[in-house]
């Protein structure tokens, strides 16, 4: 007989999806659900404020460790790194915004695989360098570009770091979610080595990629007949002469 275990924790997993769905402030939601699924788990107020505070006083440092690196893109951004990212990927004539993207979901997950989660991100990588180079290879073959398409191509440099960091990561044995899961079903009496859980996420990895890259695919064509038809109407016609009446 394995031992039972209590599953009225996991509710604060609904509520932190309600939170997300009703748009509430992602910062009130994590609280609440913090303080929901300590009780459900059967923690006492004193217990959950202990918690709290030997929480934030591991942790204090890491709000150091956030807001340097903010600082030093914010200094490389107000001196033209935006800029520099552009004019440096508009050189290269066979860059488009799919195939950029392309290639940073595919470093993107090998890095994540290896447990290097920091070197992208939006605000280090995505904002600063990403997005930027994106928008530059869609103007060098389109010239310039509406809000909506610069947005859209924001959207798609977000999501692309999303998905190489979230599949990817998974296949990383130490990561969190694996040691979790491996906890969780040791204590329901099911012994799984962590190496097994993560190469099960290899597949899952290259699903995504596949996916996404099609996605990518996408976006490069419905940007050619989006921008490309635009662009040609801009064009202004050839004078063709008139033909002399007899």
């Known amino acids: 007989m394995t031992p039972e275990v209590p599953l009225w924790p996991l509710i604060g997993v609904a509520v932190i999806i309600a939170g997300f ?11 609440v659900t913090a303080i929901v699924t300590a009780f459900a788990a059967g923690f006492g107020p004193m217990a959950i404020l202990t918690a709290i505070g030997t929480g934030f006083i591991k942790t204090r440092n890491l709000p150091l460790i956030i807001l340097l690196p ?40 090998l890095t994540a695989a290896m447990g290097l989660t920091s070197l992208g991100g939006h605000p280090q990588m995505v904002r600063p360098l990403l997005a930027p180079m994106a928008e530059g290879a869609t103007e060098t073959r389109y010239g310039k570009l509406p809000d909506r398409i610069r947005h859209k ?33 040791h204590e329901a009496g099911i012994d799984v080595e962590p190496l097994h859980i993560a190469m099960w996420g290899i597949p899952t990895a290259i699903a995504a990629f596949i996916i996404h890259a099609w996605r990518l695919r996408r976006l490069d064509q419905a940007l050619a007949r989006e921008l490309g038809g635009a662009a040609e109407a801009d064009v202004p016609a050839t004078a063709v002469p008139a033909k002399e009446g007899r």
Do not use: C
């Open 21 to 31: 769905i009703l748009r509430f402030n992602p910062m009130l939601v994590v609280i």
């Open 70 to 109: 903010l600082a030093v893109i914010g200094l490389l951004e107000r001196h033209g790194l935006r800029q520099h990212a552009q004019n440096w990927i508009s050189r290269i004539k066979s860059a488009t915004a799919g195939r950029l993207l392309i290639v940073y979901l595919a470093a993107r997950e």
């Open 153 to 185: 191509l924001r959207a798609y440099a977000a999501a692309t770091d999303n998905v190489g960091l979230f599949f990817g990561e998974d296949i990383f044995v130490a990561f969190g979610a694996i040691v979790l899961m491996t906890t969780f079903l």
